[in-house]
């Protein structure tokens, strides 16, 4: 319940009808209910841990900002990339601590044996294997407008 701010709903019925105005870089603009983009946001939650092994997410920071009316919601997203499901599954296996690293998307990633062999050689001796990790950072504005909430999403 809210018992402070006027331009919110006093009550969580109202609350679950309110209008709501959706977008993002990937969907355009969309006006459902809360209750509607809850299930929206919980589909595509789901979605994406069918889809992504490991997939987890995390809520970074919330804070308002200077207009006194948005709150903006910095979130990330991680995964393990398809082509690394066996390392980490060998990984897992020979009991190995996984440090999961981010790769630096400004250099070009290139193949060699060398750079295996240094992988493998490296789990054996200390027990820690470092592996590719996928990650996206994005934030959400949340404004409160009229009696619209007004939600962007960014990445």
């Known amino acids: 319940k ?6 919110l709903p ?20 969309q006006k459902m209910t809360l209750s509607e983009y809850q299930t929206f946001t919980t589909n595509r939650h789901s979605d994406c841990q ?3 092994d490991g997939y987890t997410t995390e809520l970074l920071r919330c804070e308002p900002l200077t207009d006194g009316s948005t709150l903006n919601i910095r979130w990330r997203c991680e ?5 690394s499901n066996w390392l980490y599954q060998l990984a897992n296996a020979a009991k190995w601590n996984i440090r999961r690293v ?3 998307p400004s250099r070009i990633s290139t193949f060699s044996w060398s750079a295996v062999r240094k992988l493998f050689a ?3 001796q200390t027990g820690t294997i470092s592996l590719p990790i996928s990650a996206v950072e994005g934030s959400t504005l949340v404004t409160v407008r009229d ?3 007004l939600l962007r999403e960014s990445i």
């Open 10 to 29: 006093n009550d969580d019925n109202q609350l679950q009808t309110r209008d709501l105005q959706y977008t993002s870089e990937l969907v355009p603009q």
């Open 147 to 149: 009696d619209t909430l």
């Open 50 to 52: 069918a889809l992504f």
């Open 102 to 104: 981010e790769p630096d």
């Open 122 to 124: 490296t789990a054996f």
């Open 79 to 83: 995964w393990i990339p398809a082509s």
């Open 2 to 7: 809210n018992n402070h701010d006027p331009n």
